[in-house]
């Protein structure tokens, strides 16, 4: 999901302002120069060892004497590289990582939020001093558009992009969900991660029969159709599956989603409250991220309260920058299962 919100955390301006001449791929990673099975545990030991090659997205081929050990990442893809077995190597992230209370962000998922320097917990947050004292070999983050550095601030970009040996993107945006997964998954294998670890294993086939599944219920559904979309105090936003990874997937798996009408590459179409009912939509996903407004911020619109989905109580909390990981991804669909056979078709 990508929004250029008129205020953050909800924005993806800086995203959209970074802009860059990199045309993203989908580049396949390489350690060595050979087609080895990296995935048992010694060749993965023997893949971080020995000389280390990985072609991000930005696409950029990335070079080491040996695999980065000490790896710097905007939250969500810390989040995805832990699901994958390199909780280890983490030692720096960036993102709302932790709420007030202290307790761990949604996006953080497995990350043990505790054992991480933060170094920057908001948008526009990244403190440069506190990064350059991890050392890191690696920064890793999101790219929504091309050459874009998610949670990476434009005005010290340069300064951070200079600290670490290696920097790497991985597309996330006009892409299907599980494409960003493989190449996380193809990143964190360069890495020496084991993709045959019984819990990854384990994970990649939840998520397989979890698409399975939505594929079934989205069928047997009699054409309920869902929006996806965040709340602001003065603008509902609705997110297009033309460019959302996420909702570009659950669309190819037959759900029938909202497509708002965007101009060019939008991420989304913002509406003034008073015409938030332009979309007839039997289910809605809010957007649930800490900033956001949630259904009880909402219930002083009238507008809002007049929706059929809202009437109904088919309203539904949306995680709307998924972990890029089978593990991360797995309950997103399952949500979206579980609200289709709860929910009914309205109109």
Request: glycine share 8%; charged share 20%.
């Amino acid at each position: 999901m990508s929004m250029s919100f008129s205020s953050l955390p909800l924005s993806r301006r800086g995203l959209l302002a970074a802009g860059g001449a990199a045309v993203a791929g989908a580049m396949l990673s390489a350690c060595g120069g050979k087609e080895d099975d990296t995935s048992s545990p010694a060749s993965s030991a023997a893949a971080a060892s020995g000389p280390w090659t990985f072609t991000d997205d930005q696409p950029k081929e990335l070079k080491a004497d040996k695999a980065p050990s000490k790896i710097v990442a905007f939250t969500g893809t810390a989040a995805a590289l832990v699901d994958l077995g390199l909780q280890d190597k983490i030692v720096g992230v960036f993102g709302e990582t932790k709420k007030a209370d202290g307790t761990a962000e949604e996006q953080a998922g497995s990350l043990d939020v505790n054992k991480v320097q933060i170094v920057g917990n908001a948008w526009g947050e990244f403190s440069v001093e506190k990064y350059a004292a991890l050392t890191p070999d690696l920064l890793v983050t999101h790219q929504f558009d091309p050459g874009a550095w998610w949670y990476v601030p434009d005005e010290s970009k340069d300064k951070i992009l200079a600290v670490a040996p290696s920097n790497a993107l991985i597309t996330v945006g006009r892409v299907p969900l599980n494409k960003p997964i493989e190449r996380y998954a193809e990143l964190a294998k360069s890495l020496g991660a084991d993709l045959n670890a019984p819990a990854v294993t384990a994970a990649k086939a939840r998520f397989e029969k979890a698409a399975q599944d939505l594929t079934e219920a989205a069928k047997a559904s009699g054409g309920i159709k869902v929006l996806f979309g965040s709340g602001a105090a003065d603008i509902f936003y609705v997110s297009s599956a033309a460019v959302s990874s996420d909702l570009m997937y659950f669309k190819e798996l037959g759900v029938d989603l909202i497509m708002p009408e965007v101009k060019g590459q939008d991420y989304y179409e913002s509406l003034s409250w008073e015409n938030a009912d332009k979309y007839k939509a039997d289910i809605i996903f809010l957007d649930a991220r800490t900033g956001t407004l949630q259904p009880k911020d909402l219930t002083s619109k009238p507008s809002w309260n007049a929706l059929p989905a809202v009437k109904a109580n088919q309203v539904f909390p949306w995680q709307a920058v998924p972990i890029y990981s089978w593990n991360g991804a797995a309950p997103l669909l399952e949500a979206l299962t579980a609200a289709i056979k709860k929910s009914k078709k309205l109109a």
